[in-house]
């Protein structure tokens, strides 16, 4: 090969790189976002637990909108107080409130009061029971009790207690919803802490075809409507519900002549035996 040749193969891969090498210059000057390094300041503050319970995608996607104002440090359910300030002292911002918000659980059906009408054999799952016929409970809408939200959650805000239903610790609780998720039937719900009246019944039948199932189910007969605030609570489809917007109406009375015990007022009343929700409501 003549010397010509190899310099001319240089000089032409020389020219190229320098070539692409102004363009990508040029392309970063044009394109270059930049980014408040302040971003990089509160992700590495917050947990990392990336649940999105706040709402954000993630921590990283929290941590912008807490850079540009959008949200307070508080709107992080998983972080304690002093983290909270950590983060606001750090921003130069006040950690403002969060309204704690925490998994509740629509079904006071343990092994002790509902009925069965099957036994389930196989995976121990309850999307895997419900599959195949139903979970076995007399209540088509009951929990299973084989505890795919406890697995679920990753925070260790649930067990299951000794009549086969899970029971959310609101310390531990941040909201993250994975146990709405993983509910076959859909009997958990995220709402906020000071909401205290609660039916914990989804059983759609009326009267003693609700009972018949369960001692604890709802069983449309209307007290609660009665004894409660203009609007409160109202039966839809055999089914006392409550209109969360009147909240602030509700008083613990509501509850009293409800005689099996599906409405009741937290914290402090649920998963107790039948006999004693009775006592308590009184």
């Known amino acids: 090969m003549s010397t010509a040749l190899v310099l001319t193969a240089i000089l032409t891969l020389g020219g190229l790189c320098f070539f692409f090498g102004v363009t990508i210059s040029l392309a970063h000057k044009k394109l270059y976002v930049w980014e408040d390094p302040r971003i990089d300041g509160v992700a590495g503050l917050l947990p990392g637990a990336n649940c999105g ?6 921590c990283r996607a929290f941590a912008e909108a807490a850079v540009h104002g959008r949200v307070a440090p508080a709107g992080c359910t998983v972080m304690n107080t002093d983290m909270r300030d950590e983060v606001a002292s750090y921003l130069g911002v006040n950690a403002g409130e969060a309204r704690k918000q925490v998994a509740r659980l629509l079904c ?14 196989g995976l121990g799952s309850c999307a895997a029971a419900v599959a195949v016929g139903g979970g076995g409970k007399g209540c088509a809408w009951g929990c299973v009790g084989l505890g795919d939200c406890a697995v679920s959650c990753e925070f260790d805000a649930l067990h299951m207690n000794e009549v086969g239903l899970p029971v959310v610790d609101i310390d531990k609780c941040i909201a993250c919803g994975d146990c709405v998720d993983a509910c076959p039937l859909d009997l958990f719900t995220i709402m906020p802490l000071d909401h205290k009246l609660i039916v914990q019944c989804r059983n759609l039948l009326e009267g003693e075809a609700a009972t018949d199932v369960c001692t604890v189910a ?10 409660a605030a203009p609007g409160l609570i109202e039966i839809r489809r055999g089914l006392a519900t409550i209109d969360y917007e009147r909240i602030a109406q509700a008083e613990i009375s509501a509850i009293g002549r409800c005689p099996t015990g599906a409405i009741v007022w937290l914290e402090g009343a649920q998963f107790e035996a039948p006999e004693r929700r009775a006592a308590l409501a009184v």
């Not at 449309?220 to 004894?227: H, P, S, T």
């Open 218 to 227: 709802c069983n449309a007969c209307g007290r609660c409507v009665q004894d």
């Open 108 to 121: 006071a059906g343990g092994s002790d009061v509902a009925a069965r009408k099957a036994n389930y054999v």
């Open 53 to 58: 319970a706040c709402g954000f995608a993630g």
